[in-house]
């Protein structure tokens, strides 16, 4: 379930008191008196709008601020026309239209600015920043608010300094940074609570409950709703009455408390409709939609959540009209009504993807907790679509929820056409869309009308009329959207979409062509999907559609796997077969008649959430290893569009070493200082690259600086660094490779490099492709995709710290084989397998059968160097051998 609280705010909107004007003309005894006259007149009328502003009568304050506007414009009094600007905002605002209030406030901004009212441009900035907050603009939200709490806090405004602290918790709120917001709203109320600041004390305890609230905390948030509700009543602050009887509506829900949840949510919804307060309306029949549809009554729930999408989408509230459509997705297949509800998720879906484009200024690391509070929506839809057999589709979903997971940790990546345009609609799904919007511009304005009358007291004869035509009409549009799905024009769309689901013509010219290229490759496109209850694989073949297996796994035990196996893995005296053999049953066995008839040799993998920490050749069938059946090569979503490039024919090498094991170099992740030896290993590494291909230029450790590299770089079509890194998840500023100098460029500085002659990048070095094992591991896959961005076909990197010996084997079997003219995963391959068998070259030749034949194939001591025999080393645990993945072309 998605939770509908990610749209209920409670923060006091600063209006602008009056103060006394300071330039009023003073040419004649008549003209002074004249001007203090309009003058007192402007001040009546800004008085009375606050007055009707703080009873929301929203409507009546509005006319009293224009009308002080005017006057004050009329005069010549700067101060007082940024006030009533200021309010005029402020009402707008509560009448859920945020752009008309933005463009007052902008107006406000600019007086303030120009009389120099510090207090008028923070005020300004702070409200901007919440018109831009109900927009889902996330970004320019900080940023105002952040420039306002600056502000107030030079002038010593405790009170502003709560508003935007308050604010700004509410930002972090949405973008899922919890801990944050709390900090932000615990500052705020305890200022609040300094200054006297009832108001605002009721709104920080409303939000703070929110935050704990979303931490799962049900019954702290309780009791904070419980604090602002009894205050607001109190005050008669009706606003944060509606939002703290919300927030006890959603909590009540989550505790299984239906009719308790219906019961407040009514009566949050009859203050909200009492003061004109779309938002608070939308967000109550919202809820009821929640509630309703919990208690299985999904017809009522359908209702109100259509009813919260009309207003979410007439206001610009974009997280919210996200939400309704994903609820009404959710309720229509709890109807048994897939192909609808795909198409209302599809919809959800490109709504979210606009707020995360607006969103890519931002640190990764709040880019990538907002993720985690909208991801259900991808998921949930891909999960409906496989279930439909809709294949194809739910692959289209998963590309863009890994192209989104990898953009957000590094902001500037190569574009891909689902990030652009977010999902497409098949041609009767966008009908379908189209007949509903028109019900839904009718609902909204017969609404609008409806709303006012109702909210006059006396009324005519003729508005009595009006308003019982309303009432029918609205009975009659209620219906409409109830008979939605049985119109028989919708029907016979409805038809037509379920036969071009089953023939998946969304894309089957690009899907022809993958295939084209999938038998050049004798390759299978391999994406598992980890859900719930199950894990889903879809594999797409040279030869048919995009197929699906399901296997019935709980994502915790498959979790608990995963995290078994990768112990085994890091420990060579651990055995990993047991665990890699039950990924095998699930990852691997619902395949094999599917990888035997295509004829499998290549799987091109792109592994979902924690199945990135692993790799897929290190499964065991309980004969062998994937590695000694297949070639696997991982990619990001924008590797396919070179999937088949060709390599350059002869391997130029740039080699760097840090090899000089009595050289420190410091770094620092985050707040942690470490240091840095060289590796012993590299410096043979890269002599024996030197061996092999002689096209080799290499720099070791004091001459292997990024002075000397970088302009090189491009020059070479194999770039190989033996040496430290470390890939630090949610922060690509502090991920980093240790350069022999002491300099550490990180995947930011990777950003301004140009690498468009480069086939492959090899970093051979500690956890360059890792950096921890506490996230879904989209850091894995960032690093490939950020050295593409830059332009190279492929990256090999490793997934947890190797031995610097067997990385060295390694290694010089991977070129060796590169050399005699492999593609990259064959010789990826070949050097796994020759770890596996134990025979393998230090310095080039041609492989003797017992490890001795020509070109002076030898073992040497991982600790000394010299030869030993066969039998008396055993480099065929995994974690010698399966540790580097690569990452995007393989040939």
Known sequence: MLNPKALTLAVVIGVLSPTVPTNVLSESPVLVQTQQQRQAEADRFLQQGIQQFNISQFREALQSFQQSLEIY?????????????GNLGNAYWYLGQYQKAIEFYQQQLTIAREIGDRYGEAASLNNLGWAYWN????????????????????????????????????????????????????????????????????????????????????QKAVEYY?????????????????????????????????????????????????????????????GLGYAYRSLGQYQKAIEFFQQSLAIFQEIGDRDGEALSLSNIGKALEQQNQPELAITF???????????????????????????????????????????????????????????????????????NANTASGLEFYQPEAEILARYNELQKNAIEVGEELTQLQQKQNLTPSEEQRLSQLYNLQEEINADFNNFADRPEVRKLIE??????????????????????????????????????????????????????????????LYRTIVRFRLALQDPTVDAVAPAKKLYKWLFEPLENDLKTAETEVIIYAPDGVLRYIPLVALHDGQQWI?????????????????????????????????????????????????????????????????????????????????AIKPKMNGYNVLHFATHAAFVPGDPSESFIVFGEGENPTLRDVENWSLSNVDLVVLSACETGLGGFDNNGEQILGLGYQFQSRGARAVIASLWQVNDGGTQLLMNEFYHALQAGN???????????????????????????????????????????????NASNNFSHPYYWASFILIGNGL
């Open 135 to 218: 927009l889902s603009q996330y970004q320019q939200a900080i940023e105002l608010h952040q420039q306002s709490l600056t502000i107030f806090r030079e002038i010593n405004v405790r009170k502003g300094e709560a508003d935007s602290l308050g604010n700004l918790g509410l930002v972090y709120q949405s973008l899922g940074k919890y801990h944050q917001a709390i900090e932000f709203h615990k500052q705020a109320l305890a200022i609040d609570r300094e200054t006297g600041d009832i108001y605002g004390r009721v709104a920080s305890l409303n939000n703070l409950g929110w935050a704990y609230e979303s931490l799962g905390q049900y």
């Open 73 to 85: 414009r009329e005069i010549g009094n700067r101060q007082g026309e940024a006030k009533s600007l």
């Open 345 to 415: 998720l599809k919809q959800s879906v490109n709504v979210t993807e606009t707020i995360r484009k607006d969103i890519q200024g931002l640190s990764s690391d709040l880019q990538l907790s907002y993720i985690e509070t909208i991801e259900g929506r991808y998921r949930y839809l891909a999960d409906l679509l496989l279930k439909e057999n809709r294949v194809l589709e739910a692959q289209r979903v998963l590309d863009l929820l890994k192209v989104q997971e990898l953009e957000d940790y590094l902001k500037t990546v190569r574009g």
């Open 496 to 557: 037509q979409l379920s036969f071009d689901a089953r023939e998946q013509t969304l894309s089957l010219g690009a899907l022809d062509g993958l295939r084209d290229k999938l038998a050049e490759l004798d390759a299978v496109l391999f994406y598992p999907l980890i859900l719930e209850d199950r894990l889903e694989l879809v594999i797409t073949t040279p030869n048919s559609p995009p197929l699906r297996r399901t296997v019935e796994v709980s994502r915790e035990e």
């Open 226 to 286: 419980q604090q602002s509700l009894a205050i607001a009543r109190e005050i008669s602050y009706k606003q944060e009455e509606a939002h703290s009887l919300q927030n006890l509506g959603f909590v009540y829900t989550k505790l299984r408390q239906y009719q308790k949840a219906i019961e407040v949510y009514e009566q949050s919804l009859a203050i909200a409709s009492e003061i004109s307060y779309p938002r608070g309306r939308a967000i109550s029949l919202d």
């Open 823 to 869: 593609s990259k995963t064959e010789a990826l391959q070949n050097a796994q397998n020759a770890l596996i068998a134990g025979y393998f070259s230090v310095f080039g030749g041609e492989r003797g059968g017992d490890g001795t034949g020509d070109g002076g194939f030898i073992q040497r001591d991982l600790a000394t160097g010299l030869p030993i025999n």
């Open 627 to 707: 590695a000694q059946r297949f070639r696997v090569n991982n990619i990001t979503a924008a590797s396919l569009q070179e999937i088949d490039t060709q390599p350059q024919p002869d391997p130029r090498i740039l080699a760097g070493a840090f090899a000089d094991q009595s050289l420190i170099r410091p770094a620092k992740i985050g707040e942690r200082n470490i240091e840095f030896a060289g590796l012993p290993f590299a410096g043979i590494e890269v002599d024996g690259l030197k061996e092999t291909l002689p096209n080799t230029t290499a720099y070791v450790d004091e001459a292997f600086t990024l002075e």
